[in-house]
């Protein structure tokens, strides 16, 4: 264990030491693990172990152990301002000092308070974070978004979600997730933390909100938009998790743009990246890239975000990062069509590199402004390849082709998805239609041909004649 420029830490090592010496041992054995809501505000947590440990200054912010993270899906979290974890007696050291009078809790308060006057926006109150949106995905991603808000002073405690309410089994959604802190239908059997508090209506949700998460089908953002409208407070933000675009006669829209617009000029960032929600929930190791136009608030979403097995990068570059995350799911459509013909790996291997360069071409012909850089962060490559192999739009497109056409997409939705919407299907219309306006069909010829499957009547064989033409 190494912490640099830090005598009190070289202290205590050295008692270690010396301790383990006089009991007969080798190696003192060290806590694992670094939590706090600000960089020092820090307690070690966790079990025990001979394994050496590096914490640079810079990563004091969010690390912690594995067991400890569990404790977000649980219930069972971190308490703020430096508690132990429930059931852990590892918080508080039984070594002594004295030249030290103060009470830590009270110290903790002291600089939680202290970050909190030094403001960007000079807000001297803990930000308030609602989740809007309760399906799949903005259930995994509650479980972060409220084990970090728990424990960073600068964020308040309760995070509201807001909940299309419905009936499930006899009893209102929002009961199951308020009483039994499950979402029943969209994410069963998982347990959610018992911060999060659900809410039926979104004005009430969204009331004096400091950051809005919007993570729901964007065929409902217009009519949730006029909901929220007024009642965030004046300097809110937005994110956006919405893997999707809208289009119009001008060509693509960007769902970050129609927030901004809907709630009078609210900064919106965007996440977007390679996070399957299941995969999340569990705590699978994963990244995923924030997409930003002000810095500060980047990093106040990256706060809200980020944890070890959630590592969050940063990219000030909206329009690339939210382009990627609708696009990818286009050329997820073709690797389903792919693997219901019974192709092999090379195959969808091949029609995902040549999806990847159509995503670039395609995004940085609109958006010249977006970076190279972006088409290789989380939201970029990464997130193409998680979709293209195990993401809900490859999945319905396989069952599609294995139909032989006997089936919709509406039919399959409804029979693959458990009320969950498809947004590939929905974008390849949309970018066919732009492509046909410019006469730029030939110059894509994956995205041509998985339109013409998917709504033309055309057979899957189609898309591999398309490719396998000779390259120019």
Request: with cysteine; hydrophobic share 40%.
């Amino acid at each position: 264990f190494r912490m640099r420029s830090s005598r009190p830490a070289l202290s205590i090592l050295a008692a270690l030491s010396l301790l383990s010496k006089v009991a007969g041992g080798s190696t003192p054995k060290m806590p694992l693990a670094f939590a706090g809501g600000f960089p020092g505000l820090g307690v070690l947590r966790g079990g025990w172990s001979n394994r050496p440990f590096s914490l640079k200054p810079r990563d004091s912010r969010s690390l912690c152990t594995r067991t400890a993270l569990g404790a977000r899906m649980s219930g069972s979290l971190p308490l703020r301002g430096g508690a132990p974890l429930e059931g852990d007696d590892n918080g508080d050291s039984d070594m002594e000092s004295s030249s030290v009078s103060i009470n830590r809790k009270d110290m903790l308060e002291r600089v939680g308070k202290a970050a909190l006057a030094m403001s960007p926006t000079g807000k001297t109150e803990p930000r308030k974070v609602t989740i809007v949106g309760s399906g799949n995905w903005a259930c995994a991603i509650a479980g972060i978004v409220a084990a970090n808000c728990a424990r960073q002073a600068h964020l308040d405690s309760t995070v509201r979600m807001w909940v299309f309410d419905e009936v499930v089994d006899g009893k209102k959604l929002t009961d199951w997730m308020n009483l039994e802190h499950e979402n029943v239908k969209y994410l069963p059997g998982v347990k959610l933390p018992e911060n999060i508090v659900a809410i039926a209506d979104v004005g009430e949700a969204c009331q004096d909100a400091d950051v809005l998460i919007f993570c729901l089908p964007h065929q409902f953002l217009d009519r949730v938009c006029q909901g929220v409208k007024g009642r965030a407070s004046p300097d809110a933000i937005a994110v956006s998790l919405i893997k999707a675009v809208e289009f119009d006669e001008s060509g693509v829209v960007l769902i970050s743009e129609m927030i901004k617009k809907m709630l009078g000029g609210m900064d919106v960032s965007v996440l977007m990246g390679a996070n399957l929600a299941g995969e999340v929930a569990a705590g699978s190791f994963c990244e995923t890239t924030v997409g930003y136009r002000v810095r500060r608030n980047g990093l106040l979403v990256r706060d809200i975000f980020d944890d070890p097995l959630f590592r969050v990068g940063m990219v000030n570059d909206v329009d690339g990062v939210e382009v990627c995350g609708a696009l990818k799911n286009v050329v997820a459509l073709g690797a389903g069509f792919c693997d219901g013909m019974g192709l092999g790996q090379n195959s969808k291997a091949a029609m995902v590199r040549i999806g990847l360069m159509e995503m670039k071409k395609f995004i940085q012909e609109r958006f010249p402004g977006v970076k190279d850089e972006t088409f290789f962060e989380s939201c970029g490559v990464a997130d193409l390849l998680v979709t293209c192999y195990g993401g809900r739009n490859r999945r319905c497109a396989e069952e599609f082709v294995r139909s032989g056409g006997t089936k919709s997409w509406e039919d399959i939705e409804a029979e693959l998805l458990n009320g969950q919407k498809l947004q590939g299907t929905l974008t390849a219309k949309e970018v066919y239609k732009i492509l046909e306006k410019e006469k730029a069909l030939d110059e894509f010829p994956l995205f041509a041909s998985i339109h013409q499957v998917a709504f033309a009547g055309a057979a899957p064989d189609l898309i591999i004649a398309k490719l396998s033409r000779p390259r120019e």
